[in-house]
C-alpha cells in the first residue's frame, strides 16, 4: 500500500479530505517518530507498540575480504504487533 493509498483510505473512513488526511498522517509520523527517538515506548491500542531498541557494538566481518572489523554500537527503531493485529493477519479473527 503506498501512502496515497493509505491516503485516499483514511480520506474515505473518516470522510474527510485527501489534505486534512494527509496532515493528520503527517503528525502521526512526526510524533511517534520524535517520541521514539527520545527514547519513549509509543503504543497504539490495535496496532502495537513503537520503541527504540540498542544494539551493543560487535565484531563482524567485511563480506569482500572476510577481514573482521568493528561494527559501532547503534539505536534502531523496533516495534512488536498487538495482539489483535497478529490475530488479523494470521486470520483467526
Do not use: H
Not at 46 to 66: I, M, S, V
Amino acid at each position: 500500500m503506498t501512502k496515497k493509498e493509505i491516503l485516499e483510505a483514511m480520506a474515505s473512513a473518516a470522510n474527510i479530505s485527501q489534505a486534512d488526511a494527509d496532515k493528520a498522517l503527517g503528525a502521526l509520523i512526526d510524533s511517534v517518530t520524535g517520541t521514539v527517538a527520545k527514547g519513549d515506548k509509543v503504543t497504539v491500542p490495535g496496532l502495537g507498540t513503537f520503541e527504540k531498541r540498542d544494539r551493543a557494538a560487535r565484531t563482524g566481518r567485511n563480506p569482500a575480504t572476510g577481514e573482521a572489523m568493528e561494527i559501532a554500537a547503534t539505536s534502531v527503531p523496533g516495534f512488536k504487533a498487538a495482539a489483535q493485529f497478529k490475530a488479523k493477519v494470521s486470520g483467526k479473527k
